[in-house]
């Protein structure tokens, strides 16, 4: 049972930056996706971004150019860097990662909050 904890959310302005950081509890060399997905109020959760083992990278439309997505397997670590963030980012933020393809999750984390205010 890997055990996933994400941390820094927070508030900012519109057009700051923020960097989301997903700890695995253990070796994340055998998860192929790590994902980072999103649920605003009254919304349906949205994948945001994921990243394979190998690299490979998908972005949603809205965050394409914005933001990038990473992974550090030594550090058993995902980051989500968030640039020029907008209103419409605010959400609660979760990891999750699985041993199948970018649509698929095994694990999740509990969630850190990012409130962009105009």
């Known amino acids: 049972q890997v055990q996933l904890a994400e941390s820094g959310g927070g508030s900012v302005q519109a057009g700051g930056s923020l960097r989301l950081s997903c700890a695995a509890s253990?070796?994340?060399?055998?998860?192929?996706?790590m994902g980072w997905h999103r649920q605003a109020p009254g919304k349906e959760r949205e994948l945001v971004a994921a990243?394979?083992?190998?690299?490979?990278?998908y972005y949603t439309d809205s965050v394409m150019g914005r933001f990038t997505i990473s992974r550090d397997n030594a550090k058993n670590t995902m980051y989500l860097q968030m640039n020029g963030l907008k209103p419409e980012d605010t959400a609660m933020y979760y990891c999750?990662?699985?041993?199948?393809?970018?649509?698929?999750?095994?694990?999740w984390g509990l969630g850190t909050q990012v409130t962009v205010s105009s």
């Open positions: 990243i394979s083992n190998d690299g490979n990278t």
């Open positions: 253990q070796s994340i060399f055998s998860i192929n996706a």
């Open positions: 999750a990662a699985g041993y199948s393809d970018y649509r698929t999750y095994d694990y």
